[in-house]
């Protein structure tokens, strides 16, 4: 059981460059999301989706577009990244059919752009 | 703006003491309240939820919870140097689909 799968776990940006974050699930979850993670200011949401064909902003969209492909799959763009969008990124899932359920993560993807 | 808020720290305990770990939250209507964990380099991992007035143990770890004062702790009896890590507070948001977070609480327990 691999639980919530992310790729890569490293990568380097030059300014302007494009790259798509993969994630995926195998827990039947209806609702996937992303965070960015700076030091200092915890976890901060860019998209979610309640539900496979749905998806909604978070509170740091700008600059990343998103894709739930199927039920385990949901994918970040950066179409253009800037050197502000360094940082650490998790996908994670969640079962909220049950308001208690909690947030399962990835194991984050490290990205760093010049 | 809903806001959960916590002390930054470091909060350095000395092995065997108990760390007591402080969260408060503003939206009053939150129902569900979670403690994650997080050791360096590493993605947040479940330690505790509650959602009733009062206590709840699991282990070395007891979770508190204050709704009329909107206040949630956690705290670990007995600490660990391998409790060393980042605990982080999380909120139910507006809805199911959120989980409104804290900056999180770094925790240094001394040998």
């Known amino acids: 059981n691999a639980g919530v799968t992310q790729t890569p776990k490293f990568q380097v940006l030059k300014t302007g460059q494009s790259m798509t974050l993969q994630c995926a699930q195998d827990?039947?979850?209806?609702?996937m999301y992303w965070y960015r993670q700076d030091p200092g200011m915890g976890l901060r949401l860019i998209y979610y989706?309640?539900?496979?064909?749905?998806?909604d902003k978070g509170e740091v969209p700008n600059g990343y577009n998103v894709s739930r492909l199927n039920k385990r799959e949901f994918s970040l763009r950066l179409e253009s990244a800037a050197p502000s969008q360094t940082s650490v990124y998790f996908c994670?899932?969640?079962?909220?059919?049950?308001?208690?359920?909690?947030?399962?993560f990835g194991n984050g993807t490290r990205l760093t752009v010049t | 703006q809903k806001e959960v808020e916590q002390n930054s720290g470091p909060l350095s305990v000395p092995e065997g003491a108990i760390a007591s770990l402080n969260c408060t939250y503003s939206?009053?209507?939150?129902?569900?309240f979670f403690w994650y964990r997080q050791y360096s380099g590493k993605s947040p991992e479940l330690i505790m939820f509650?959602?009733s007035n009062g206590d709840k143990e699991d282990g070395r770890f007891t979770a508190q919870l204050n709704k009329a004062s909107q206040y949630v702790s956690l705290l670990i009896r007995d600490s660990q140097p391998s409790d060393s890590a980042t605990y982080l507070c999380a909120v139910n948001g507006d809805s199911n689909y959120q989980l409104i977070w804290g900056a999180g609480t770094k925790l240094i327990i001394k040998p």
């Open positions: 989706s309640a539900s496979e064909g749905t998806t």
């Open positions: 827990m039947n979850h209806n609702s």
């Open positions: 994670a899932s969640r079962d909220v059919l049950s308001y208690n359920s909690p947030l399962h």
């Open positions: 939206d009053r209507g939150s129902q569900s």
């Open positions: 509650i959602y």
